[in-house]
């Protein structure tokens, strides 16, 4: 009997599940906050160099003037040149000679790393070097977390990734120095991965084909709602290490996951272990209030078909060792790539609204509530067809701010929403399309490798606007090619909507899902 056919009989989305996605979405929350605290810890306040020598009888403070005549916060890395193209600090030094120290404006930030650590001027690539690094712990736990799902299972790594995340996100907010804050923050990077995907992946495990979008929707309504209380949170906590721990620290609070946290009997199954999977189908049954059919009963067992009589082992290299499976990672592959370059991307290039920066963030997050909320009424009717219409509404959209001149600001800035709506959309619906395409013996190293994809994508979307020094229009050109290549290639991709999840690479070479 199929697993599917098993959650048919005891309840695709009942008491279990909803229980279950209540554990699932609550560190959602968390994950939002870690991924989007560096906004405001990292920020750079307005900033001048102290005078080393202040006019007679005044002290250093009166040479400082945080903001030019026009009210703009002004920095002191575009003060006034003087003759000999140094910048001219009104000391007679040059800005690499800022032997006074750095005065900053406290004005809307009490505390940020960047002043505390003086990450400005020359160092300022020091922040964004920090930001790259918290991006490859991303990766690197993307690849790792999702082997390791694949060998030990979804719950264990989603409990040790949850005390990783807990123990060293404190340890960040106590950080002696930039160098070990940045460490800390790799790691913390890494139990990000491990938490979203695996816990995005036991979730679709437990729920029937019908109500499978769910797994990945109401997950990224929580990580949606971190994205918008993160802005409160920061709001009222205007110190880094104050922050950093406030977001933190609860995370100690997970631990009671190590009693309510259910196993995948999907993954139990697969991976041979009949007896452990079917207490919990049977445990699962009884909370949903359907209890199992004697015929069932005496099943109790779900077989994947093997001609050898041997288990199989399974690893990355079954993604793209078959000819339909091999197409079909690739393709998915690129999904995750495209989607997370421009998501991030279009981010970067539209967040300058010239707004409070808190607000700012509220605003963001509150844009991408629609953009979920409309993969709820298109995912159930076609994955293949949400995923491509998404893809180029998006990629469409950000073609068409190259031909708006640049004095109809309003207009671009509407059309880059549209393209972020459409984007945000997409990605919501690859978490989705993702779980099914791969089988369940590969379908952690599938998302893992996916989600590699999706990081790369998050480090190089702050430096493809460098190519502005080919063309002012490149950065929009490649947010706008990038998709609509994708939506292309989702044609080839098969549909599986309310069709059972494949769980040996020879149900996808061999299925009609198509």
């Known amino acids: 009997m199929h697993f599917d ?25 968390f994950l939002a906050f870690h991924m989007l605290v560096s906004i405001f810890s990292g920020a750079v306040p307005p900033h001048l160099c102290r005078a080393t020598w202040p006019s007679a009888g005044a002290p250093a403070s009166s040479n400082l003037n945080l903001s030019a005549s026009d009210g703009r916060p002004q920095l002191s890395c575009t003060a006034p040149f003087n003759h000999s193209g140094a910048i001219d600090l009104g000391n007679g ?8 120290g750095w005065e900053y404006s406290t004005e809307t930030f009490q505390n940020t790393i960047v002043s505390e650590w003086d990450l400005v001027c020359d160092n300022a690539n020091l922040n964004n070097l920090g930001s790259s690094i918290y991006m490859f712990g991303l990766l690197v736990g993307a690849v790792v977390f999702g082997c390791l799902a694949d060998k030990y299972g979804r719950r264990i790594i989603i409990l040790v990734n949850l005390a990783i995340q807990a123990i060293f996100g404190v340890g960040a907010a106590f950080a002696p120095n930039f160098y070990v804050y940045t460490a800390l923050r ?12 695996n816990a995005f992946v ?12 769910l797994a990945g929707l109401i997950t990224d309504y929580f990580f949606g709602f971190g994205y918008i209380l993160l802005a409160g949170v920061a709001y009222l906590i205007r110190d880094w290490r104050k922050l950093q721990l406030a977001i933190s620290a609860p995370g100690f609070l997970f631990i009671f996951y190590i009693w309510v946290l259910p196993k995948s009997a999907r993954w139990l199954m697969a991976n041979d272990r009949k007896e452990e999977a079917w207490e919990l189908i049977q445990k699962a049954a009884q909370m949903n209030g359907k209890p199992l059919t004697k015929d069932l009963e005496m099943c109790q067992v779900y077989k994947i078909e093997e001609k050898t009589g041997v288990k199989k082992k399974h690893s990355i290299i079954d993604l793209v060792r078959t000819p339909k499976m091999r197409k079909q ?13 421009v998501y991030y991307g279009l981010s970067l290039n539209i967040s ?26 298109t995912l159930n009717r076609s994955r293949k067809i949400s995923q491509l219409a998404f893809l180029a509404v998006g990629g469409t959209a950000c073609l068409l701010t190259i031909f708006i001149p640049s004095d109809l600001s309003v207009i671009k800035t509407v059309l880059a929403m549209i393209g972020k ?19 369940t013996v590969i379908r952690q190293n599938g998302i893992g490798i996916g989600s590699m994809c999706a990081r790369t994508g998050g ?56």
Not at 5 to 29: A, D, M, R, T
Not at 93 to 100: F, K
Request: with cysteine; proline share 6%.
């Open 5 to 29: 056919e098993i959650l048919s009989v005891i309840g695709g989305f009942g008491k279990f599940q909803k229980l279950l996605y209540v554990w699932i979405c609550l560190p959602q929350i």
């Open 93 to 100: 030094l040059p800005a690499g000679s800022c032997q006074g």
């Open 186 to 197: 790799f790691v913390v990077g890494t139990s990000i991965s491990g938490v979203i995907m």
């Open 202 to 213: 036991l979730g679709t495990e437990w729920t029937g084909s019908k109500q499978r979008m």
């Open 329 to 341: 990672s690739l393709i998915v592959f690129y999904l995750w790539f495209a989607n997370v370059l």
């Open 352 to 377: 300058d609204l010239g707004m409070n920066i808190y607000l700012t963030q509220m605003i963001f997050g509150l844009v991408e509530m629609p953009a979920r909320t409309i993969t709820l009424f």
């Open 421 to 439: 709506f459409g984007i945000t959309a997409s990605l919501s619906i690859i978490y989705v399309y993702s779980a099914e395409v791969f089988p």
């Open 459 to 514: 480090v190089l979307a702050p430096m493809m606007y460098l190519l502005k020094g080919i063309s002012p229009q490149a950065p929009m050109v490649l947010c706008g090619l990038c998709p609509l290549l994708g939506s292309a290639l989702t044609l080839l991709l098969p549909e599986t909507a309310n069709k059972p999840l494949p769980d040996t690479i020879e149900d996808v070479e061999g299925s009609n899902l198509r």
